[in-house]
């Protein structure tokens, strides 16, 4: 059964940082992606970062380049989503999820791409 857990969510000051985790089991596959996902209250869900498991190649949305980063540990079932410098836009609650099937998408973190998802964690960033 495939899982993906999402941690590290919390309130932290404009400015401030956070460090979320995916951690991903129940895989079979030895090509996926792992893309980061958020949704504000009254907003369309928007993709944020992802990650291609193979060679490592990386998207960021526009309004977090620079200042997030997305990796992935020695652990190969986990991903990282480092945010520095966290505005109160940042707010919203954010998930992982997993594209197991698409190997040579053009748009490869889009949303409909992805497979699996997992539960959110909520990121709140005061002013």
């Known amino acids: 059964e495939v899982q993906l857990q999402a941690s590290g969510g919390g309130l932290v000051q404009a400015g401030g940082s956070l460090r979320l985790s995916c951690t991903a089991s129940?895989?079979?596959?030895?090509?996926?992606?792992i893309g980061w996902f958020r949704q504000a209250p009254g907003k369309e869900r928007e993709e944020v970062s992802c990650i291609r498991r193979h060679d490592g190649i990386t998207y960021y949305r526009d309004s977090v380049k620079g200042r997030f980063t997305i990796s992935r540990a020695n652990a190969k079932n986990t991903v990282y989503l480092q945010m520095d410098s966290l505005k109160p836009e940042d707010t919203a609650v954010y998930y992982c999820?997993?594209?197991?099937?698409?190997?040579?998408?053009?748009?490869?973190?889009?949303?409909?791409?992805?497979?699996?998802w997992g539960k959110g964690t909520q990121v709140t960033v005061s002013s």
């Open positions: 999820a997993a594209d197991v099937d698409d190997t040579s998408a053009l748009h490869w973190c889009s949303e409909f791409h992805m497979d699996y």
């Open positions: 129940g895989f079979t596959f030895d090509d996926y992606r």
